[in-house]
């Protein structure tokens, strides 16, 4: 199959990962794949999250060998696991039932297999806070995917990776991508929608350009 995006060791698929990843060489599965909330994005289209209705997608990707980090609910039952983090991604964010004084303001971050390392002990409870882009913040996340998550929560779990050759099955935008090319790794992302296929090539494009650019003399 041709890749979408190829370059410096990233590639991009469009496409269903089902059908893509079980002809695919990686070690690790790094990914945020649908919870099986059945999210509405937008009342006014009644758009939602592609295979958000259960969590069939989630449990075929957990069901895949060797190791594995996952993004989940804490509103959906765990699947199996050797260890549960958390995302604590502040108060900044989350609605829920404004009736209620507390907001789910948490991830929780599936360990599934063995052999992540690190060269130094880590809490379980990951506080990298989810800035809103019209923030301006400098780490504040582009608002162009519903469910983004922040570069540096994504560099914090791929420094926990040994492994060289990391695998995305549901990347959106591509934080995990763009993680991995920080950290030296190679990386495959596969996504479904085009659009955020666009947008994640683009960026990574972008940042080859800039990089090119620095050093340019």
Request: aromatic share 10%; hydrophobic share 35%; with cysteine.
């Amino acid at each position: 199959m041709k890749p979408y995006y190829e370059h410096g060791g990233i590639t991009i698929y469009h496409g269903d990962c089902q059908e893509i990843l079980p002809t695919l060489d990686f070690e690790v599965v790094v990914c945020d794949p649908p919870y099986g909330r059945d999210v509405e994005l937008s009342r006014r289209n009644g758009a939602r999250i592609i295979n958000d209705h259960d969590t069939l997608l989630r449990d075929w990707i957990v069901g895949l060998s060797g190791p594995k980090l996952l993004f989940g609910s804490p509103a959906v039952f765990r699947p199996s696991c050797e260890a549960v983090l958390i995302w604590d991604k502040s108060e900044l964010t989350g609605m829920g039932d404004l009736e209620f004084p507390w907001k789910i303001s948490h991830e929780e971050i599936y360990v599934c297999g063995f052999g992540f390392k690190s060269r130094r002990r880590r809490g379980s409870v990951l506080r990298y806070p989810l800035r809103p882009s019209w923030s301006n913040h400098p780490e504040a996340i582009s608002g162009l995917h519903p469910n983004e998550k922040p570069l540096g929560l994504m560099v914090d779990l791929l420094e926990c990776c040994p492994w060289m050759r990391v695998i995305d099955p549901t990347c959106g935008i591509g934080p995990t991508l763009q993680a991995a090319k920080k950290l030296g790794k190679s990386a495959i992302g596969i996504e479904i929608e085009e659009k955020y296929c666009e947008i994640a090539a683009k960026r990574l494009s972008q940042e080859v350009f800039q990089f090119e650019e620095r050093v340019t003399p």
